[in-house]
């Protein structure tokens, strides 16, 4: 078991030479209305030497890679010295505030937060609870990252409890201690009547905070993320922590989950835990953010060892830390037994089907995906799949390329799950972010061959993944589906909204974009008769690839009427196979990976 040891933050070891003079740092955060949305705010600055204090807000939270300007969200800013007398201030910029002040003064801050997105990455509050992530909802003082802050929540009703990974402070109702500031924006609070599920797994403590009512069943959850637990410890060898917190709120479409080093943020459907797929989607999240607090909070790119909560920090490493990640949250529940083989294939071969089906693989390459999420993989638009591809999706299919590369050159004594061992050891224990040329040889030294060429394709370049190549040494094969009669390829993405046929997407270099068909265009009718998005398909099968149709459209409210002449078939989706025939090799393979016999695919 990995031995539990503290590491001081960059921030802190730079500024406890001038420890004397530092400022005492006091939030309190209370809510006595919370209909109204309204988070209050006070931050106390007791010993206070400079005159002047500044003020900043983050505009983004680590895990979650978007400019979001919380500043957007704070109003009523106001700052008053001990006796209550205002102090002089001004703005300075979109999140910046610069306070007058004078020597050994105590300052008093206030301002007000509105808090009614219910995201993982925001802040909600409203009659039934409050949550709140501390990047949106918290200042920092410039050059002061390093110092202790304490958190006193004053919930609006005496039933109201606050659960948040920091630790209490003892004698002090409801206050917490953060040892500086990244650990406070580390640390989400929950406040209200929440349920908690306590549970124990080799011997650190365990919470589950539920939020909502559905259809989910809490002694299945925990006892499924016990499992979820053991097989994460065992790949890196124990858990790091003493007690964790997974906060899960349960809403009426939402999805999403972030990651933090002594807890996780997961929002997920209310009635989404029924249906097996469903249930082991949620299981999927589970296993991403939890593997998280080792890849991500500890082993992490060099760009993101401290943090700049002032703007983007570009990595271009983010195809692994999310893909790999993503690789293993298929992998995981599979190990702990809650799917079986054909399962873990059926949902690998639905994220190649979302790869292959997304045109913007062959134009943007995982490494400049990375370094571009800032300003793409969270800002859609119309031509988003042609010109870009999420590193999630693309980096989890890499990483099991690369985890099919280790297994198959040594037989499976070695995967990637000694890369990830050997990350641990080598930057996630002392948290020393790698570079990409540390990231790289680490992976090639477990691989055991030279992986320029590997890199400079698949990662930095935009060729195609040869699927096949690498599944063959398992007994597997990528197989095309067309469901039933093919339909001729047109382009584009027809979706019914508000009783109209709206184009949502249109393939670069497809029928439909050669047609002067764009996104936003309202489909009305083929060759003169009115169609549907629902009959859209199956009107398609009149046709034959090579013949013309005319297409009725509104574009921009005006009555257009085009030809398209419609191409070969696409495949719908793929499927991973068993190879009808396979030797001893292949077979050895596939179950040093999957854990089973590859006859057990074929009689399923």
Known sequence: MTEVTQYSSPRSTTIEASAPTLPNLHYQVSMPNPESHIFEVVLRVGGWQASVLDLKMPVWTPGSYLVREYAKHLQEFSAEDADERPLPWQKLSKNHWQIQT????????????????????TNHLDQSHGYFNPAAVFCYLPGYEGVPV???????????QVVTPLPPVPGEANTFLAKDFDTLVDSPFEIGTHRIYYFDVEGRHHELVIWGQGNEQPSRIVQDMEQIIKVESQIFGGLPYDRYVFFLHLSASGYGGLEHKYSCSLNYPRLGFRPPDQYHRFLQLVAHEFFHLWNVKRIRPKALEVFDYEGENYTPSLWFCEGATSYYDLLIPLRAGIYDPKTFLQNLSKDITRLLATPGRLVQSASESSWDAWIKLYRRDANSDNSQISYYIKGAMISLLLDLLIRQRHHNSRSLDDVMRNLWQEFGIPEIGFTPEQLQAAIANVAGINLDEFFAKYIHGTEELPFDDYLEPFGLQLQPVENGHSVPFTGWTVKAENGKQLIKFVQSDSPAEMAGINPDDELLAINGLRVTAEQLSERLKDFQPGETISVTVFHQDELLTTSLTLAPPRPSSYRIVPMKQCSLAQESNFKGWLGSELASLRQA
């Open 150 to 160: 304490r958190v006193t929540v004053m919930p609006p009703k005496p039933k109201w």
């Open 102 to 121: 004078v020597p050994n003064a105590k300052v008093i801050v206030r301002y007000r937060i509105f808090a009614a997105e219910l995201t993982v990455r």
